[in-house]
Structures are given as C-alpha cells and as structure tokens.
C-alpha cells in the first residue's frame, strides 16, 4: 500500500479516535449523580409517558383508533407538552433522586477536607457560620449526610410535581365544567404519598426486625476452610446465626403482612360497595371486572344502607331497580320488587315465595339469588346453586387471573436471567408461582361470592328469621362477610409474594379510611402534611437504598437498586471503542467512602440479599 495512502488512513484514524475523546461522556463510576439522573429519567419517563403512548400505538393497527380525537396530532403534542416539562413527573422525580445524589457527593467530600485540614476539630463557634455549619456537617455520620441530602431535593421535588399536576387537573376541570369549584377535590399527588409513606415505614419496620448483614471476610470460602484460625470460625458461625435469626424474623413477617393484606381487602372491598369515590378509579373498574356484578345490584346495596331501599317499608322510589335487573335475565319481575319480596324467615317467608314461584328459598327472606348470581351455571341449570355459583366463578377467575400473573412472573426471568427457563425445574417452578398466584386470586373471588350466600341464605339467615334481611343485605350482614372472608386466600400466596401483596393495597386502604372532608378541603395544612409526608418517606427510602438495601423489599427494592446502583451507562462507549472490555459489575462498592470511617456500603456488595 503506497505510503500517502496509510498517511490518509492513519491521519482518519487519528481524527476519528480525538473527535471520540473530546465526546462528552458519564462517568463510570454507576453512582455518580449524572448516571443516577439518566437512569431516573429513562425509568420515571417510561412509568409516566408509555401509558400515554398507548392509545397511539393501537391507533397503528386500528383505523377506528386512529380517527379518534385521543389520538390526534393536537393530543400528541399536549402529552408530549404534559410529560416532558420542567414540572412533570419524570423531571420532578430526576431532580429529587440526582439531586440528593449530587448534593451528598459535595457533603461527603466536604467532610473530607474538613478532616484532612484539622483532624481534632475544636468546638465551632457562631462567628463564622460557613466554618460553623462545615464542622457540624463533618460530625454527621454517613447515613444522616445522605438523610439531609435527599430531604432538601425532594422538597423541591413535590413543588415540581404537585405544581404541574395540578395545571392538567385544574385545565381538565374547567373544560368539563367551569363552575366546578378548585378546592373540591382531592390532592392529585395523594396516591404517590401515600406509596411512598407505607413503602418508607416498612423499610423502617424491616431495619428494626432484620440483623444488620456483617461484612463478608476478605478470604473466600476455600481458603477459610482449611485455616484453623478460631477467629475465621467464630466469624463464619456468626454470620450463619445470623442468617438463621433472619429467616426466622422474616417467616413472622410473612405472617403479619398476610393480617395486613387481610385487613385492607376488607376495607377496600367494603368501600367498593358503598364509598368507592374513596379508591382509585382504575381500582374500582378493576375490581367490577372480576366482579362480575350488575351495577344495579350495587346501586340497590347502596340504597339498603341508606334506607331508600327496604324489605320493611318498601321503596317508592327505586322499586323498579332490581326488577329490570330480573327482567334482564328472563325470571319475573315481581322477584325484584321490595314490595312483593319477604323481610323475614320461616312460614310468612314460605308463604310469600308460594305466591311468587320461587322454590330455593325455603325459610328465608330477601331477593332471591337467581337474580344476584345472574346468568352463571344457566346453560348447565345450575342458577339456583349457590355452592354452583362460587365454584364457577372460582374457575372463571382462574382462567382470567392465570393470563395476568403468568408475565408477571415470566418477565423478570426473561429480563434478567432467559437462560434458566431452559432448566425444566426452574421453567416449572415459574409456572407453579404463576398457578399458585391464580388460585389466589380466585379464591379470592369464590371466597367472597360463597361468604355472601351463606350469610343470606345458606346458613345465617335461616338460623336467625326473626332478623329481616334489611340487615343481612345490609353493609354489616352478608357484604361485611364477604369482606372479611376474601382475603383470607392470601395465605395460599408465598411469603415474599404476601409482603408485596401488602404493601401493594395497604397504601389504597390508608386512603380508604381518610375522611374525605380532610382529603378535599385543600387547605393549608393538608397540603403541608402531605408534603411533609412525601419528603420524609422519599427521603427515607432512598437513604435506606444507600445505606440498608436489605430493609427494602419487593418493587422498592428492585427499583431503588437500579436507580442508585445500576448498570453503568458509560459501559457502552467503552464497548465500541473495544469490544473485547468485560461488562461493568452490577453493582459495584459504594463511593465516596471517607477515609477511616466504616460505612456499610461496601458491606453491601459483597453481603447476600436478605429476603429473596
């Protein structure tokens, strides 16, 4: 090759190889401020922006989708204006988690300095409130530092969010009705608080019950078992106890989050019935679907409890609820008329179902079931049955339930780990977890379903005729049975899935159980509290991310590590300059560590992780 020819080459490759230097690039260190902001903004963008989205990729496939006015160039760009400004979500969020980050960077290496420059330091004085406030901040340990740190960005943070939240809330108001009064309605950052406050408070809960992990020794376990050093043994037995204490203590709190998820079913359920303004409306349309439960009969529930709809006294005014319901199932009208069904038991209950051609309710009173178990079990006559009815919509159920839960627990393993799925043990245990999840959630729905019929028919109401069935139909008779039965199928789920199970409705039943008149008065003070509410626990578990990674469980332990541990983005410019580099560690020691001080973030790296 002529020399001139390799001079052009070269001079190329020389050009090439600076313009690439001069690039800016992250760090690659993957817990320096700029990468905790760029995965906090992909993450926060994705959660915020792709249900937005959705409508829009159908509308590709679909030419009815296309020509609604949801996916329009004009709605587009509204989404896109909504979700990409300085007060959206992703921003706000990226601001209190990169923010945190880059501020207890400059405290941790301001406590350095201050060390480095006076070791033995004197007691500050207010003359010089800079020097003041250093010395103090260098006597904070790690873990405060950090604490301090996230609390003054997510400060910041829920303005941002609450500040934009509220633009689309108010301009979405004004367009449906502009009369509609601003203050009466609930904070539209309530349902992220409260995420965050039970998520906060279960992290401190767990650091209290589980043992701190000790730091994993130096040597690995091949060389300390063949060295009779007693100080290796005794170090290895105490980390075993540990280990044993821990399991243990996490065993008892699978317990108690199966009484926690029990308790806020009931609740949730219970306001499903009669206060569902209280839940999310997604929560309630989810809800009705596995349901499966005509809206009259909920209006009539209502009514019940109101006194607007008796068995006693009648109801002028909803009479003809519960007969259209009939009608619509072919049975006669008269099966739905308050005024016509009977209020108590025995003979006058068998007199009256003479007159009205009902045969299944021999010594009770009240609607009868054919018209709440609607058209289950008609193609196999089997309308009657109570017992047909639960079972069919337990089986119903599993068949709904088993398309949700099986991605649920095939894409983590796709994500992270695809080739253990060609190990049949562990593909068959990915399709157990799937059915035991299904079977769940369908007996979840069987439960409640059967609780209602043996309160109101089966069993209860015929022990007590002389008690009308404007109790047992009533929010304190067959609805509150119900209530409390269902969630008893949590303890069919396992441990670890019991506490996510937990923490996922606990936060919807600390809303149900808030008077509305606090929640949508807007005042001041409800505004403050709920601020304070959201920094404290953001705070919290962000420095529990940091410092104790084994206090978090489920979503918020997932989530926080990739945040503030995650893959280092600076990895894939180094692949391409070569490809031959190894992949960066997942989770590497964490930095800033000041010198002679014992923080446990390099622990971490090297302890095994508590609850999986």
Request: a positive charge; one cysteine or more.
């Amino acid at each position: 090759m002529p020399s001139s020819q390799q001079g052009k080459r070269g001079g190329a490759s020389q050009r090439t190889q600076s313009w690439f230097d001069q690039t800016p690039s992250l760090s690659d260190d993957s817990t320096h401020p700029a990468q905790i902001a760029f995965r906090t903004y992909a993450l926060a963008l994705s959660l915020s922006l792709g249900p937005s989205l959705l409508p829009f990729t159908v509308a590709l496939f679909s030419r009815k989708a296309r020509s609604s006015p949801r996916t329009s160039l004009k709605a587009l760009k509204a989404i896109l204006r909504r979700e990409l400004g300085y007060d959206a979500f992703a921003f706000a969020v990226t601001f209190a988690v990169a923010g945190g980050a880059a501020l207890r960077r400059y405290l941790w290496n301001l406590s350095n300095e201050v060390e480095k420059v006076n070791p033995f330091v004197e007691e500050p004085t207010l003359r010089n409130v800079f020097s003041y406030l250093k010395t103090r901040i260098s006597r904070l340990s790690p873990a405060q530092q950090t604490f301090i740190s996230n609390v003054t960005s997510s400060s910041i943070g829920i303005l941002l969010i609450q500040s934009g939240r509220e633009r689309v809330l108010h301009r979405r108001l004004a367009r449906r009705t502009p009369s509609y009064p601003s203050t009466e309605h609930a904070s539209p950052t309530l349902d992220l608080t409260l995420l965050l406050f039970v998520r906060a408070v279960d992290s401190i809960l767990q650091a209290f019950i589980l043992r701190k992990p000790l730091p994993a020794s130096d040597l690995d376990d091949d060389t300390q078992a063949h060295l009779a050093d007693p100080r290796l043994v005794l170090d290895r037995l105490t980390k075993e106890k540990v280990k044993r204490e821990n399991k243990m203590r996490q065993n008892l709190t699978s317990q108690i989050d199966a009484l926690v998820f029990w308790a806020c079913s009931a609740r949730i359920m219970w306001c499903f019935f009669y206060e569902p303004q209280r839940l999310p409306r997604s929560y309630v349309k989810w809800i009705s679907t596995l349901a499966n439960l005509d809206k009259r009969i909920i209006l009539a529930l209502q009514h019940i409890r109101t006194g607007k709809w008796s068995y006693v006294s009648g109801s002028p005014l909803y009479s003809g609820l519960l007969q259209d319901a009939a009608r619509d199932v072919d049975l006669p009208v008269s099966w739905g008329d308050p005024n016509l069904l009977p209020a108590y038991g025995r003979a006058v209950a068998d007199e009256a179902w003479k007159k009205l051609g009902v045969s299944s309710r021999s010594g009770v009173g009240g609607i009868p079931c054919e018209v709440l178990h609607r058209r289950v079990g008609f193609s196999m006559g089997l309308t009657q049955s109570c017992t047909a009815n639960a079972v069919l919509r337990t089986l119903k159920g599993f068949t709904e339930a088993l398309v949700i839960y099986l991605p649920v627990h095939l894409l983590p393993v796709l994500l992270t780990r695809p080739q253990s799925l060609l190990r049949p043990v562990r593909l068959l245990q990915t399709f157990i977890g799937a059915f035991r999840s299904a079977t769940f959630l369908s007996s979840f729905i069987g439960l409640y379903w059967y609780s209602v019929c043996f309160t109101r028919s089966l069993v209860l109401a015929k022990l007590f005729p002389f008690i009308s069935h404007d109790f047992w139909d009533g929010p304190y008779g067959c609805i509150m049975a119900g209530c409390l039965m269902c969630g008893s199928s949590i303890w069919i789920e396992s441990g670890r899935r019991r506490g996510e199970m937990a923490l996922y409705v606990l936060p919807r039943a600390v809303r149900a159980c808030l008077p509305d008149a606090w929640v949508k008065s807007g005042n001041k003070a409800a505004r403050l509290a709920e601020r304070l509410m959201f920094v404290l626990s953001f705070s919290t578990l962000l420095t529990a991310a940091i410092h104790r990674p084994d206090s978090l469980r489920g979503l918020s332990r997932w989530t926080l590590a990739f945040v503030t541990k995650g893959p280092n983005a600076g990895f894939w410019k180094r692949k391409r300059r070569d490809p031959t580099i190894p992949p960066t560690p997942s989770v590497p020691p964490t930095p800033f560590k000041p010198p002679d001080v014992d923080i446990s973030g390099s622990v971490h790296a090297h302890t095994p992780e508590i609850g999986q």
